[in-house]
């Protein structure tokens, strides 16, 4: 079956960078979707198809997919950011919904 | 305003069913795939199941086919979810979800989601 990978966690100071690996055999060729997730909260989407954000979504978000890797990066990072992100595809030759473990992003 | 309300949800005994419904609004129900994904306690998303717009279509996680069944009654704008033969693994919030994009298949781009409805499954 499909496997993504995402690494645990990510620590980032507010006003910078935060860049989120989300790892699949040949994912570049697949649409990658992210999710935030906060406890207590549904999951909002933040970027579909590997660089589209949703309306609502800050200009901050921004998504980019090639070869075996896709990122989500968060610019200037504010502490409303601090949440679980997770990356998604659609696995066609499976008909199924694939997430990644998720990432926990902590804002210092 | 897309919304989605889950219900259903409990405390249910392992080995027993339990029936999950979402209902749907502000948008056109009929024509979109719609999808239920869990969250166990502390754990991370895991998709449960897919159905296409006519219904015709079904997708399963491995976890699940056999004992779930998807399911829409697109007059009532309404999402099921059967759960049979429950089991303590399968305690989590159960979110119903829309795909962003209209048509026949499930796309699988979930664009909305709903707050939950928590399932506890006790021994």
């Known amino acids: 079956s499909y496997i993504l990978t995402q690494p645990p966690s990510v620590s980032v100071a507010p006003g910078q960078t935060a860049k989120i690996i989300c790892g699949g055999d040949n994912i570049g060729g697949k649409g990658v979707h992210w999710y935030q997730g906060r406890p207590g909260q549904a999951p909002v989407m933040v970027v579909y198809d590997d660089s589209n954000r949703p309306s609502g979504i800050p200009e901050r978000f921004s998504g980019s997919n090639s070869g075996d890797t896709a990122i989500l990066t968060i610019n200037r990072v504010e502490a409303g950011d601090e949440a679980d992100y997770y990356c998604q595809v659609w696995d066609g030759s499976r008909n199924r919904v694939v997430f990644g473990g998720g990432t926990k992003v902590t804002v210092l | 305003e897309v919304q989605l309300l889950e219900s259903g949800g409990g405390v249910i005994q392992s080995g027993g069913s339990l029936r999950l419904s979402c209902a749907a609004s502000?948008?056109?129900?009929?024509?979109?795939?719609m999808n239920w994904v869990r969250q166990a306690p502390g754990k991370g998303l895991e998709w449960v199941s897919s159905?296409?717009?006519?219904?015709?279509?079904?997708y399963y996680a491995d976890s699940v086919k056999g004992r779930f069944t998807i399911s829409r009654d697109n007059s009532g704008k309404t999402l099921y979810l059967n759960m049979n033969v429950l089991s303590a693994g399968d305690t989590a919030v159960y979110y119903c979800?829309?795909?962003?994009?209209?048509?026949?298949?499930?796309?699988?781009?979930?664009?909305?989601w709903g707050q939950g409805t928590l399932v506890t499954v006790s021994s």
């Open positions: 979800a829309k795909d962003l994009y209209g048509g026949s298949m499930v796309r699988g781009v979930l664009e909305f």
């Open positions: 502000g948008f056109f129900f009929n024509n979109y795939a």
């Open positions: 159905i296409s717009g006519t219904g015709g279509s079904t």
